[in-house]
């Protein structure tokens, strides 16, 4: 059958093809201290551009705001720029993502590293070199299919075998658009290197990513504990109130009877 045999082709090509130029997608985040945060900025744009990167991402914020930890960078999300507090000798902070080529990345790292003092810096690599291979032999394999059925359409006479071809036409189609998506995005990945550039002055209190100073925390717990007991109180409140207007009006009755015999008894 046709996809017995599109496995059989898949297996043979995939071990058939050379994979001596492998396919690394590479990310990595540094974090420099700089005297001038926003004249950093352009000096890492302009480095970008000697080596025909692209920035695609870029911020600027005070102290208050922190360094901005891009999310999502897959899904090319990123978090909205905060607003910048115009005020003398606040120190600054800033991140710049920049999409280097591959063979460049080397290159711009070493002289990025002269921009500033490196304090902190993270890498992650992944050869998807295997996983690219696969998705090609996929292709072709499908391909193939597709032809096979282009050529049952051309034979075909009945109408009804007609549409159940162009169905599987359609399907095989869009498993070929489909795989070719992925590869084309696994190609890109690894031309381009991801760099996070984080820049900030000095003076700036930097607060490693994905931790807290516990202080916001410790009020903000306050706060819910202070709420909590107050909801108590009134839900207590609520339940004793029917049993204390009882218990005045039975006081209230009591007196009103004692006055009532004993004052007569005075009078």
Known sequence: SVPQEAAKTSTAQTQDTDVSDKMIVKQKTTRLKVDDVKESVSEVENL???????????????????????QQL??????????????????????????????????????LDKKG??????????????????????????KREEQRYLEFLDAADAIDEMLKVEAEVSRVRGQIEQLQAQADYLKKSASLSTVTVQLYEAGTIVRPEGTSWGFIDAITQAVRNFVT????????????????????????????????????KKS
Not at 48 to 69: P, T, W
Not at 79 to 101: D, H
Not at 243 to 249: F, N, Q
Request: aromatic share 12%; no cysteine; proline share 5%.
């Open 48 to 70: 970008a551009n000697k080596y025909r990167g692209d920035v695609i991402y870029s911020v600027i914020s005070n102290e208050q705001s922190g360094l901005v930890y891009p």
């Open 117 to 142: 003092e490196v304090d902190y810096e993270i890498e992650s690599t992944e050869n998807v070199t295997e996983q690219y291979i696969d998705l090609e032999a996929r292709i072709r394999n499908l």
């Open 229 to 264: 007991v107050v909801n108590w109180l009134i839900m207590l409140l609520g339940a004793f109130l029917p049993l204390v207007l009882i218990a005045l009006i039975a006081i209230w009755v009591i007196r009103l009877l004692w006055h009532r015999k004993f004052g007569r």
């Open 74 to 111: 897959e899904q090319g999300t990123f978090p909205s720029a905060p607003s910048i507090t115009e005020a003398k000798g606040q120190p600054l902070t800033a991140t710049v993502i920049v999409k280097i080529p591959y063979k460049a990345y080397g290159s711009f790292l070493k002289d």
